[in-house]
T-cell receptor
Framework: GDSVTQMEGPVTLSEEAFLTINCTYT??????LFWYVQYPGEGLQLLLK?????DKGSNKGFEATYRKETTSFHLEKGSVQVSDSAVYFC?????????FGTGTSLTVIP | EAQVTQNPRYLITVTGKKLTVTCSQN?????MSWYRQDPGLGLRQIYY???????DKGDVPEGYKVSRKEKRNFPLILESPSPNQTSLYFC???????????????FGSGTRLTVV
């Protein structure tokens, strides 16, 4: 069935470091792909999305490119800040259901 | 403000005592869904609704019921809660998930349920 696999955490980085969180997917058809962010005590918020191959989603300095050939949607940011500390979820939508990864916890230290 | 409102935020109950978690959205969204979040398992879909009076099972529907009598409301009902339903629950809505118009979800703030 359809699924999402993302790298396990936790990830700890120093401020201004480069961030990559890997996400790969398995899906029939042509899914839409998303990254969500969850800050402590809050619900998930949509961070960025891509609806077709080679699309690049971007928001708040984060980017991810929909790579059909490698079935991947890796999240990147060039320079992380303390305020980026959160849990990040990769997700796909196919048909009328969404599938989420297990989440990657990121802590950024000053 | 566009939002999904869940109530209550925290709930402690006893095994077997029926409860309802309410969910309401003010964005005229067609699609609504319930998820539970458990450590190491991510988010798992319980039920979803494509529109009024249209609901369907997600991946983990056992022990839950839902209804969609109005577009804005999508309550989650636990008829006889058990300790394995202790979890963090999220309601979410989306304009639609069909036809390439995948806007993504707006999530509620969550309901932390403990069943003792």
């Amino acid at each position: 069935g359809d699924s999402v696999t993302q790298m396990e955490g936790p990830v700890t980085l120093s401020e201004e470091a480069f961030l990559t969180i890997n996400c790969t997917y398995t899906a029939t058809g042509y899914p839409s792909l998303f990254w969500y962010v969850q800050y402590p005590g809050e619900g998930l918020q949509l961070l960025l999305k891509a609806t077709k191959a080679d699309d690049k989603g971007s928001n708040k300095g984060f980017e991810a490119t929909y790579r059909k050939e490698t079935t991947s949607f890796h999240l990147e940011k060039g320079s992380v800040q303390v305020s980026d500390s959160a849990v990040y979820f990769c997700a796909l939508n196919t048909g009328n259901q969404f599938y989420f990864g297990t989440g990657t916890s990121l802590t950024v230290i000053p | 403000e566009a939002q999904v409102t869940q109530n209550p935020r925290y709930l402690i109950t006893v095994t077997g005592k029926k409860l309802t978690v309410t969910c309401s959205q003010n964005m005229n969204h067609e699609y609504m869904s319930w998820y539970r979040q458990d450590p190491g398992l991510g988010l798992r879909q319980i039920y979803y609704s494509m529109n009024v009076e249209v609901t369907d099972k997600g991946d983990v529907p056992e022990g839950y019921k839902v209804s969609r009598k109005e577009k804005r409301n999508f309550p989650l009902i636990l008829e006889s809660p058990s300790p394995n339903q202790t979890s963090l629950y999220f309601c979410a809505s989306s304009p639609t998930v069909w036809g390439g118009k995948n806007y993504g979800y707006t999530f509620g703030s969550g309901t932390r349920l403990t069943v003792v």
